[in-house]
């Protein structure tokens, strides 16, 4: 009886089948408890989609067995979909499994294995179209939270492709991984240069912090024990040790501003929201647009950073879009005065170093939070500045990779909507002339 599933419907010049017929295995994921404490194995969520790959995942669950952690475990292969989200245009995300992984996943995901028909790859491509969202749109059940759930994707319709086509789209994925693991490379060995020129060193003292009133609540305001833990007095000593400054020295610290859903629309102002911000770089890419006046609201330009205030607490990015944006009010914005220290800030912060700091004043209710007013206290070393921009250069090296590895994915996404509208022999010469 809904409207919208007759009017999302695709029209498909290929062959194609359900998605019931390109499957030999759906299965949901855990809906265990999860913790941020590292205790039991890695459970793989949306917040670790990097695009249409994977990353670490940041939450742990120690409420499954071994035996379910191995029949939830990734492989190479896999499809992993988003199957429910309060915000539609998550719902039917997906992303590809390039190699096993020693992750399972959580249940607002489901994992398909696809049979000979598909490649898993081109799937991905498909689903992330404009093809394959219409599909995900046409069978998603609406309501307050949007569902698209294993038996819908079974009646989606889905091209099927020649092989040639589809090992296509493969390689390019393939190459776009390996840009996209460089990228990764090189920005750890960023974050490694720069704990080498702090001398940290791995903190193992779990003894107790004894602390006095006048020591603790009446200087802080604190009475969570661990805010007090030893190892943040640690990391405050050997920052001690360089010139520092306060994170409101460096930069202008804001909170962002909500904006109602009636002004969404499909061209505008990007309204960036916790879900684009889950790596270093913004991903404008999937940031809704907003309909408004900009000059009423806080803005986020290039080379600010943008950082989770709610939820996701220290995850962190950097704004590359030469376009001004606004950011959501569960998020935060640094812009640094001088924007040449912008990859420099964004590397501390999102260290191990900088983690350890909203892992400090972060407050632990129904959802981490953590103040405006307590990010802009961070200390932040002032390296030399020879040192500043070899890692600043390292940074830009990354992002260009990224970028690039991007570009790759967005052309065989668009091969396969050239494939559907036009034919493969079409799709194909274009993917390679590019």
């Not at 081109?122 to 046409?138: H, Q, S």
């Not at 914005?333 to 001088?338: E, Y």
């Given at each position: 009886?809904?409207?919208?599933f007759?009017?999302?419907?695709?029209?498909?010049?290929?062959?194609?089948?359900?998605?019931?017929?390109?499957?030999?295995?759906?299965?949901?994921?855990?809906?265990?408890?999860?913790n941020?404490?590292?205790?039991?194995?890695?459970?793989?969520?949306?917040?670790?989609?990097?695009?249409?790959?994977?990353?670490?995942?940041?939450?742990?669950?120690?409420?499954?067995?071994?035996?379910?952690?191995?029949?939830?475990?990734?492989?190479?292969?896999?499809?992993?979909?988003?199957?429910?989200?309060?915000?539609?245009?998550?719902?039917?995300?997906?992303?590809?499994?390039?190699?096993?992984e020693?992750?399972?996943?959580?249940?607002?995901?489901?994992?398909?294995?696809?049979?000979?028909?598909?490649?898993p790859h081109?799937?991905?491509?498909?689903?992330?179209?404009?093809?394959?969202?219409?599909?995900?749109?046409?069978y998603?059940?609406?309501?307050?939270?949007?569902?698209?759930?294993?038996?819908?994707?079974?009646?989606?319709?889905?091209?099927?492709?020649?092989?040639?086509?589809q090992e296509?789209?493969?390689?390019?994925?393939?190459?776009?991984?390996?840009?996209?693991?460089?990228?990764?490379?090189?920005?750890?060995?960023?974050?490694?240069?720069l704990n080498?020129?702090?001398?940290?060193?791995?903190?193992?003292d779990?003894?107790?912090?004894?602390?006095?009133?006048?020591?603790?609540?009446?200087?802080?305001?604190?009475?969570?024990?661990?805010?007090?833990?030893?190892?943040?007095?640690?990391?405050?000593?050997?920052?001690?040790?360089?010139?520092?400054?306060?994170?409101?020295?460096?930069?202008v610290?804001n909170?962002?501003?909500?904006?109602?859903?009636?002004?969404?629309?499909?061209?505008?102002?990007?309204?960036?929201?916790?879900s684009?911000?889950?790596d270093?770089v913004?991903?404008?890419?999937?940031?809704?647009?907003?309909?408004?006046?900009?000059?009423?609201?806080?803005?986020?330009?290039?080379?600010?950073l943008?950082?989770?205030?709610?939820?996701?607490?220290?995850?962190?990015?950097?704004?590359?879009s030469?376009?001004?944006?606004?950011?959501?009010?569960?998020?935060?914005?640094?812009?640094?005065?001088?924007k040449?220290?912008?990859?420099?800030?964004?590397l501390?912060?999102?260290?191990?170093?900088g983690?350890?700091?909203?892992?400090?004043?972060?407050?632990?209710?129904?959802?981490?939070?953590?103040?405006?007013?307590?990010?802009?206290?961070?200390?932040?070393?002032?390296?030399?500045?020879?040192?500043?921009?070899?890692?600043?250069?390292k940074l830009?090296?990354?992002?260009?990779l990224?970028?690039?590895a991007?570009?790759?994915l967005?052309?065989?996404?668009?091969?396969?909507?050239?494939?559907?509208?036009?034919?493969?022999?079409?799709?194909?010469?274009?993917?390679?002339?590019?």
């Open positions: 009886m809904e409207a919208e007759f009017n999302a419907a695709a029209s498909h010049t290929v062959k194609t089948v359900k998605g019931a017929d390109i499957v030999d295995l759906i299965q949901y994921g855990t809906s265990e408890e999860l941020d404490d590292k205790s039991g194995y890695p459970i793989l969520r949306l917040n670790e989609f990097d695009f249409v790959f994977i990353k670490e995942p940041a939450r742990y669950c120690d409420k499954i067995t071994e035996q379910e952690y191995r029949e939830l475990q990734l492989k190479q292969d896999d499809v992993l979909i988003c199957r429910t989200n309060g915000n539609p245009d998550l719902v039917g995300r997906s992303a590809v499994v390039m190699e096993n020693s992750y399972a996943f959580a249940s607002y995901l489901f994992r398909v294995q696809t049979n000979h028909l598909i490649l081109v799937l991905v491509a498909y689903l992330r179209g404009k093809y394959g969202r219409a599909e995900i749109d046409k998603s059940m609406k309501g307050n939270q949007t569902n698209f759930s294993p038996a819908k994707f079974r009646e989606i319709d889905i091209p099927i492709f020649e092989q040639s086509f296509a789209i493969k390689t390019t994925f393939t190459n776009a991984y390996k840009l996209h693991i460089s990228a990764k490379e090189i920005y750890a060995q960023a974050e490694s240069i080498t020129y702090l001398n940290i060193k791995d903190y193992d779990n003894s107790c912090a004894i602390k006095t009133l006048s020591d603790s609540f009446m200087q802080s305001g604190r009475l969570d024990a661990e805010y007090y833990q030893h190892k943040y007095d640690y990391i405050q000593e050997i920052i001690n040790c360089y010139p520092n400054k306060s994170l409101k020295e460096l930069a610290v909170t962002g501003e909500f904006v109602e859903e009636k002004f969404y629309c499909d061209n505008g102002i990007d309204y960036i929201r916790g684009d911000i889950t270093s913004v991903d404008n890419s999937t940031a809704v647009k907003v309909n408004i006046d900009i000059n009423d609201f806080k803005k986020i330009s290039y080379g600010d943008a950082f989770a205030m709610i939820g996701s607490v220290g995850n962190i990015s950097i704004y590359k030469n376009t001004v944006g606004l950011v959501s009010n569960n998020l935060g914005t640094i812009s640094p005065f001088d040449n220290l912008s990859n420099y800030i964004l501390f912060l999102t260290s191990n170093i983690q350890m700091f909203f892992e400090k004043f972060q407050t632990r209710t129904a959802q981490p939070k953590i103040r405006k007013e307590d990010v802009e206290n961070f200390s932040i070393p002032l390296l030399d500045d020879e040192i500043v921009k070899n890692l600043s250069d830009d090296e990354s992002f260009r990224r970028k690039e991007k570009r790759l967005d052309n065989a996404i668009k091969a396969v909507e050239m494939a559907v509208e036009t034919d493969e022999e079409t799709a194909l010469k274009w993917l390679g002339e590019l």
